[in-house]
């Protein structure tokens, strides 16, 4: 029992540190928790999942992908379909069957697989999980409707191709039965019925007594969970594997209904999920068993090679084909395809069944799903960043600044981050105050930034700050407070006052980080802004700092952020005091230009070119 305990302190350790390496390097995360499990178990031993902890690994996995599957439902909102062009549909209803037609013939003329265990390992196949896609779209930029295609597809063929295992298995377990392929079919198809009824009875239960108080808040999320487990476990006691599709059904179907406390546990399920992956992701490569992987024959690098590069391209390619989607973003889709847990764990399972059914290749499923698994998540992850920039399907290229309130500071601020080269979306309800900002040709949204249709608009990833500046503070805090789980906790700003000595202050958790040291509020600024303060920007270098930097500013200037080669801002605020760098460009916010000639009559300018270069206030100040 101890070392059980052991041994799960280092998969979580190994599963998160691969992560956090991950968010630290920019390397793909899939990859460090595949080497992170490899070092923990074959090379080691010190973990083996089969040893630590017998019959409930498989239990415990099939679980974990319930839940991730559900999850990953839950982020499927419809109004995300407008962006795929029709390509999701075609992908499940065409892609699957041609996938798995085309997986078939290199199982058997090109892995040498026997045709019954080939027509099986196929239908596995036809899965890109969410476990793997999930994380590398997480670090790869790419445009909306790609994004948006891959993980739509994952989720909702990861089911799919166990459903598909499935009907292969049994239509070979119940042919000795004198059953009938027909009759096999007909009755898979009413088990996946039940299961998709299950599954969005089970949403529609949920949506009906979350909202009318039948459930506390602090049992909303426990609840979920423990019906998510529920429902994946009673749907396959009806139909073995159709659980999966259960869930994924009651994800979406949640997803799409209007619940005030889905934000909620939507967090809570993301924290989890993310648990999830590095823990199970890490027991899948601790459980290699290198033994396995030495039977590994030349031919089957060649099915690898097919597998990659005619099976997956030509799927999406006939798939897509006089679709709406281009054709560079086609070959993007037809490169990524990873597998992960689903298609080892499937494939474990079913190698055991075709053994008892008397099929000896079955033993050669562990050995060639882990290579594939190995494979694709080597090359996959390796080059999706480069394909992608290759193809020309990248996301709007440098992380801007969303600033959220058009008022004459704003537009101020957002002229200093466009004459950085940083890229600026100002939003604002009001047309009429957009206006000044139009003229200037900035980008600009009219509508509440807290709709949800505005999700469809906005694509929150392509900021790397937030900043909130509208008169109202404790709309800004609103603002940053929902926002913060898109953005950043610590990427999100706004003007107002935080002092703890207030008792009538909104407390620091319930908004975003203050702008300014000091913390100026929003009727400081207005006032500062009809007195002429205008923004500066001050080249550091390694002769002058930032400390000579203050000697040129009025002793009531402000430091607002720092700007880093590359485009990276770090603001100033009451909690953070970014480390000035040679090369970073440093903004204040600073009182009329008279008061600092005087200043500057005392103090002789700086040599060289470094110096304060001000940005005129768009107020006319």
């Known amino acids: 029992m101890e070392h059980q305990g052991v041994v799960l302190a280092a998969i979580g350790v190994l599963g998160i540190g691969a992560q956090w390496v991950a968010w630290r390097t920019g390397w793909p995360a899939i990859a460090l928790m595949l080497l992170a499990g490899i070092i923990g178990g074959p090379l080691t031993g010190f973990i083996q999942p089969e040893r630590d902890f017998g019959h409930l690994l498989e239990p415990i996995i099939s679980l974990a992908v319930a839940i991730i599957l559900f ?20 992908l499940v209803f065409l892609g699957v069957p041609i996938a798995w037609v085309l997986g078939t013939l290199a199982c058997y003329y090109v892995a040498g697989l026997i045709w019954p265990v080939a027509i ?17 779209l997480r670090q790869t ?51 996946s019925v039940v299961a998709c009824l299950i599954g969005w009875g089970a949403a529609r239960i949920i949506a009906w007594a979350f909202p009318r108080g039948y459930v506390p808040e602090f049992l909303k999320s426990p609840i979920l969970l423990i019906a998510v487990i529920g429902v994946f476990v009673g749907a396959n ?76 391209p030509a799927t999406v390619l006939l798939s897509l084909a006089f679709s709406r989607v281009p054709f560079r973003e086609q070959l993007f889709i037809g490169w990524i395809a990873p597998r992960g847990i689903v298609a080892v764990a499937i494939s474990g399972l079913f190698a055991l069944k075709l053994g008892e059914l008397g099929y000896a290749d079955g033993s050669t499923l562990v050995t ?41 500071w704003s537009l101020s601020l ?19 105050r957009l206006a000044a900002a139009r003229q200037m040709g900035m980008p600009v949204f009219h509508g509440e930034i807290l709709s949800e249709v505005t999700e469809d608009h906005v694509d929150m990833s392509q900021f790397q700050a937030l900043v909130a500046t509208t008169d109202n503070e404790a709309y800004n805090a609103l603002v940053c407070n929902e926002l913060a789980p898109e ?53 550091l270098s390694e002769k002058y700092g930032l400390e000579d930097a203050r000697k040129e500013l009025p002793d009531e200037a402000e430091i607002l952020v720092l700007v880093r080669d590359g485009g990276k801002l770090h603001f100033f605020s009451h909690a953070s005091r970014p480390k000035p760098q040679p090369g970073d460009t440093v903004v204040s916010y600073a009182p009329p ?15 060289g070119d470094e110096g304060m270069i001000p940005i005129p206030s768009p107020s006319g100040a």
């Open 368 to 408: 060639l799903s882990f290579a594939v698994v190995i494979v694709t998540i080597l090359a996959h992850s390796f080059t999706a960043k480069l394909a992608a920039r290759w193809l020309g399907v990248t996301g709007k290229g440098d992380k801007g600044v969303l600033i959220v309130g058009t008022t004459p």
């Open 593 to 607: 230009r008279e008061t600092a000639k005087a200043r500057a009559k005392k103090t002789p300018p700086p040599k």
């Open 414 to 432: 957002a002229q200093l981050l466009q004459s950085l080269k940083i890229p600026v979306l100002i939003a604002d309800t009001s047309w009429q």
């Open 71 to 90: 999850e990953g439902g839950l982020n499927l909102n419809f109004r995300e379909l407008r962006h795929s062009e029709g390509a999701v549909p075609r």
């Open 237 to 312: 006691m009806i139909q073995e594997e159709s659980g999966l599709l259960t869930v994924t059904v009651m994800g979406v179907a949640l997803a799409n209904m209007k619940l005030a406390s889905f934000r909620d546990f939507m967090h809570f399920k993301e924290n989890i999920t993310v648990l999830l992956v590095s823990g199970v992701f890490v027991m899948l490569s601790a459980s290699l068993n290198l033994e396995v992987l030495r039977q590994f024959e030349w031919r089957f690098l060649a099915f690898l090679i097919v597998l990659l590069f005619v099976v997956r």
């Open 141 to 191: 930029n790419l445009a909306q409707r790609p994004r948006a295609i891959l993980k739509w597809e994952a989720i909702v063929n990861d089911p799919l191709g166990a459903l598909c295992a499935v009907l292969t298995y049994e239509v070979l377990h119940r042919a000795g039965e004198g059953d009938t392929i027909a009759g096999v079919v007909i009755s898979l198809l009413l088990a």
């Open 487 to 539: 953005v950043g906790r610590h990427a999100v700003f706004q003007l107002g006052d935080t002092s703890e000595d207030n008792p009538r202050a909104l407390p620091p958790a319930l908004r975003g980080r203050t702008l300014f040291a000091s913390g100026l509020g929003v009727e400081e600024i207005e006032r500062r802004e009809r007195s002429g303060w205008d923004f500066r920007k001050t080249r």
């Open 120 to 136: 099986l390992f196929a239908g596995i196949l036809v899965v890109t999980g969410p476990t793997v896609i999930l994380p590398l």
